[in-house]
C-alpha cells in the first residue's frame, strides 16, 4: 500500500501506559512498511503526558505532539489532531488500546476496495452493564431522533480519506459531534465490527458530565425532534386543558361544582409549570448552542508543538 498513514490519538492522563500504545502502532508499522505520521494531542492532562510524548518523539521520529493550553474535551482533541494531519488515510484511536492497531489493516484494505469511510462497530464492550445500557439506549435514541443516518453503536474508531476529512473541518462548529460529522457529509462508508477490548489502565476520562455533553451534542447538533417536541406536547396540553374547561363548564351549570377539585387544580398547575421550564431547558440548549457560534471564539488554544 502506497500510501501515507495518519494516526491520530487524543491523549488523556495516560503518560503511565503511552509507551504500550506505541509499541502497539510501531509492531503494525513495522510489519506492515507504513510511511507514518502519528498525531498526539495532549488535551489538558493532569500528569506527565505531554513529557512523555517528547521523550516517545525522540524514539519513534514520526511523533507529532500538541499540547491543547486546558481540557477542551475529546472532540475538540480530535478535531485538532484531524487539522493537522496530511495522510492519504487517516485513522482515530483512542490512548487506551480499547480500539486496537491491529485492526487498521483490515480498515485500509476496506479503502482501498473503494470505501471512503470505513468506522468501526462495536459488537461487544468490556464495561459495566450500567454504561452498556447507557451508551446502547444513547444510540438507538439518537438513531430514531436524528435528521441524518448515524449508525448504531458506532464511536470515533475509523479510516477515512484525506478528503472526507477536508469536508469535516470545513464544518466550524464550537460543539462538534464528529461521528454525526462524519456521517453528514457524506461519501461510501462501511461499518467493520470489531470486539472492543478493556481499558488497558488508568480510568477513562470520560466521566457522566463528559459523557452527558457528547450525548447532549449529538442530539442537539444533528436533531430538530426536541423542539418539535415542544410543539406537540402544547397542542397536548391544549386538548387537555380544553377538554378540562368543557366539563368544568358543564359541571359549572349543572350545580355539581364545588371546593373538591383543589387537588386536581395542584396537580395540573405542577404538571404543566414542569412541562414548561423543560420547554425553556430544550429551547434554552439550542440557543446556547447558537451564541457559541456567533461569538466566534477559536474552538480551541494550542500551548505547544513538537515537529509541527
Not at 500510501?3 to 510489519?31: D, G, Q, T, W
Not at 495522510?87 to 487506551?96: C, E, L, M, S, V
Request: proline letters at 3%.
Amino acid at each position: 500500500m502506497n500510501k501515507k498513514i495518519s494516526i491520530l490519538v487524543p491523549i488523556y492522563n495516560s503518560s503511565a501506559f503511552m509507551h504500550k500504545l506505541l509499541e502497539a502502532i510501531e509492531a503494525e508499522r513495522v510489519k506492515w512498511n507504513w510511511e507514518l505520521e502519528l498525531v498526539l494531542v495532549d488535551d489538558g492532562s493532569r500528569d506527565k503526558s505531554y513529557h512523555k510524548i517528547v521523550e516517545l518523539s525522540n524514539t519513534y521520529n514520526y511523533i507529532k505532539g500538541i499540547k491543547l493550553s486546558k481540557n477542551f474535551g475529546h472532540q475538540i482533541a480530535v478535531k485538532t489532531a484531524l487539522s493537522h494531519c496530511t495522510g492519504d488515510y487517516i485513522a482515530i484511536i483512542d490512548d487506551d488500546l480499547q480500539d486496537p492497531p491491529e485492526l487498521l489493516p483490515l480498515f485500509f484494505k476496506h479503502l482501498d476496495d473503494g470505501n471512503d469511510v470505513a468506522y468501526g462497530v462495536r459488537k461487544k464492550r468490556k464495561e459495566s452493564i450500567v454504561k452498556r445500557l447507557a451508551y446502547s439506549s444513547f444510540y438507538r435514541i439518537l438513531k430514531g431522533m436524528s435528521d441524518i443516518y448515524i449508525p448504531i453503536d458506532s464511536g470515533d474508531f475509523c479510516v477515512m480519506k484525506k478528503h472526507v476529512v477536508d469536508n469535516m473541518l470545513k464544518l466550524q462548529e464550537q460543539n462538534p459531534f464528529l461521528r454525526g460529522i462524519r456521517a453528514w457529509v457524506g461519501f461510501k462508508q462501511i461499518g467493520v465490527e470489531y470486539e472492543r477490548h478493556a481499558r488497558l489502565d488508568g480510568q477513562s476520562g470520560y466521566t457522566l458530565k463528559k459523557l452527558l455533553k457528547i450525548a447532549m451534542d449529538g442530539i442537539f447538533s444533528f436533531s430538530t425532534a426536541p423542539i418539535r417536541l415542544i410543539t406537540l406536547l402544547g397542542i397536548i396540553g391544549f386538548c387537555f386543558a380544553l377538554i378540562y374547561s368543557i366539563l368544568t363548564i358543564i359541571a359549572h351549570f349543572r350545580g355539581d361544582l364545588d371546593t373538591k377539585g383543589f387537588a386536581t387544580l395542584v396537580i395540573i398547575i405542577s404538571f404543566f409549570s414542569s412541562l414548561i421550564l423543560i420547554c425553556l431547558g430544550i429551547i434554552g440548549e439550542y440557543i446556547v448552542r447558537i451564541y457559541d457560534e456567533v461569538r466566534q471564539r477559536p474552538y480551541v488554544v494550542i500551548e505547544k508543538t513538537i515537529n509541527i
